[in-house]
């Protein structure tokens, strides 16, 4: 079975700092990795999502990714974040025929002045 | 960008009231989810279907019944509704071959 953990709860980060908020994925074949944003009272957007090739993937907003396979990590990055990326951040695992996805617990991102 | 629509945005009712939250889709998905989701917490699946006329129930066991009459419409009934159903729901679909999930705007439920 397929699993998901997101190991910070919560994470506060000044604004104009960097960001990296962390991903462990658990499937025995290569997976289908995604980050979804969700602010409050809003479904959940997709930001970015790895199916193969280029282990490092750009997504909007400025946020990018990394695989790798061998860390079983998918690590969610920007360079430098803005008051509006204050959310919960989700990450989630599927794979190939099927079609459901596990998502991670969340990681809810706080940026203070 | 995905059209995914979600209706009641807000909806707070009494206990043992039969309620049907709305989802349609304008892209064509065959495949449509629905998830809870309390303050805060993880998104537990509840039902899906991966066509019309094909609904399955999901990880999380809900007292709630879906249908999927019409490719864009999946529709959730709760027949009689209990405080414990205060949640969030969130809609989703995904069409072939990709497996992003687009998601609606959620309805968030309140039963007093």
């Known amino acids: 079975a397929q699993s998901v953990t997101q190991p910070d709860i919560h994470i506060t980060v000044s604004e104009g700092a960097s960001l990296e908020l962390r991903c462990n994925y658990s499937?025995?074949?290569?997976?289908?990795l995604f980050w979804y944003v969700q602010s409050p009272g809003q479904g959940l957007q997709l930001l970015l999502k790895?199916?193969?090739?280029?282990?490092l993937v750009q997504g909007i907003k400025g946020f990018e990714a990394e695989f790798k396979r061998s860390q079983s990590s998918f690590n969610l990055r920007k360079p430098s974040v803005h008051w509006s990326d204050a959310a919960e951040y989700f990450c989630?695992?599927?794979?190939?025929?099927?079609?459901?996805?596990?998502f991670g617990t969340g990681t809810r991102l706080t940026i203070i002045p | 960008e995905a059209d995914i629509y979600q209706t009641p945005r807000y909806l707070v009712i009494g206990t043992g009231k039969k309620i049907t939250l709305e989802c349609s889709q304008t892209?064509?998905?065959?495949?449509m989810y629905w998830y809870q989701q309390d303050p805060g917490m993880e998104l537990h699946l509840i039902h899906y279907?991966?066509?019309?006329?094909?609904?399955e129930k999901g990880d999380l066991s809900s007292e709630s019944t879906v249908s999927r009459i019409r490719t864009e419409h999946f529709p959730l009934t709760l027949e009689s509704a209990r405080p414990s159903h205060t949640s969030q729901y969130l809609c989703?679909?995904?069409?072939?071959?990709?497996?992003?999930?687009?998601f609606g705007p959620g309805t968030r439920l309140t039963v007093t």
């Open positions: 892209m064509g998905h065959d495949k």
């Open positions: 499937y025995g074949a290569t997976p289908y």
């Open positions: 279907s991966y066509g019309v006329n094909s609904t």
């Open positions: 790895y199916f193969s090739g280029d282990t």
């Open positions: 989703a679909s995904t069409g072939s071959p990709g497996y992003e999930q687009y």
């Open positions: 989630a695992v599927g794979a190939f025929g099927n079609e459901k996805l596990t």
